[in-house]
Antibody, heavy 122, light 106 residues
Framework: EVHLVESGGDLVKPGGSLRLSCTAS????????MNWVRQAPGKGLECVSS????????DYADSVKGRFTISRDNAKNSLSLQMNSLTAEDTAVYYC???????????????WGQGILVTVSS | DIQMTQSPSSLSASVGDRVTITCRTS??????LNWYQQKPGKAPKLLIF???NLQSGVPSRFGGSGSGTDFTLTISSLQPEDFATYYC?????????FGGGTKVEI
């Protein structure tokens, strides 16, 4: 059974840093692209960052570019998100999500973690 | 980035009703459109991928259609467990953007 478990959420002051982790099990982690998706309180979903299976290709939302860094360790079945220069606008539940490919072209997020809360406040 | 517009933003319906939610994209995305359901305090759940393909385990009362820029999620007969928020997502180009959501209420 596929499981994704996030950790590392916390209360942090503006300008601070935090590192989120996502531990995967139940599937061959090294075969899948992975994503971080966040949801601010009472708001919709935002794809924050994505990383391909090998880690070769990485993408970021404009809202976090230059501040967040995604990485993965396929040997440890682990995905990470290093978040720097945090602001109140980064307060959200952060989900890691597995990305599956269909028909060699399109993709979708078929498994999600339970989410972890990051609160940025003084 | 591709902009996603969902309508309505919320709707009220009764058990047994047929419900239709629309998603419009700012440019053509072929059929690269997914639908998710989210209940309060829970992670989103994939319902439909590539516009019309039902994810394994999802009840057949859920259906998706459309291509290009206009897409529809239909719930043929609303059940009590279907009261939730629904999101569309385009997978045509990165970043994979979501619609603003449609809250289905009693």
């Amino acid at each position: 059974e596929v499981h994704l478990v996030e950790s590392g959420g916390d209360l942090v002051k503006p300008g601070g840093s935090l590192r989120l982790s996502c531990t995967a099990s139940g599937f061959n982690f090294s075969n899948y692209s992975m994503n971080w998706v966040r949801q601010a309180p009472g708001k919709g979903l935002e794809c924050v960052s994505s990383i391909t299976s090998s880690g070769r290709y990485i993408d970021y939302a404009d809202s976090v570019k230059g501040r967040f860094t995604i990485s993965r360790d396929n040997a440890k079945n682990s995905l990470s998100l290093q978040m720097n220069s945090l602001t109140a606008e980064d307060t959200a539940v952060y989900y890691c999500a597995r990305e599956s490919i269909w028909d060699l072209r399109t993709s979708y997020f078929d498994y999600w973690g339970q989410g972890i809360l990051v609160t940025v406040s003084s | 980035d591709i902009q996603m517009t969902q309508s309505p933003s919320s709707l009220s319906a009764s058990v047994g009703d047929r419900v239709t939610i629309t998603c419009r994209t700012s440019q053509s995305i072929n059929n690269y459109l997914n639908w998710y359901q989210q209940k309060p305090g829970k992670a989103p759940k994939l319902l439909i991928f590539a516009a019309s393909n039902l994810q394994s385990g999802v009840p057949s009362r859920f259906g998706g259609s459309g291509s290009g820029t206009d897409f529809t999620l239909t719930i043929s007969s609303l059940q009590p467990e279907d009261f939730a928020t629904y999101y569309c997502q385009q997978s045509y180009s990165t970043p994979l953007t979501f619609g603003g959501g449609t809250k289905v209420e009693i």
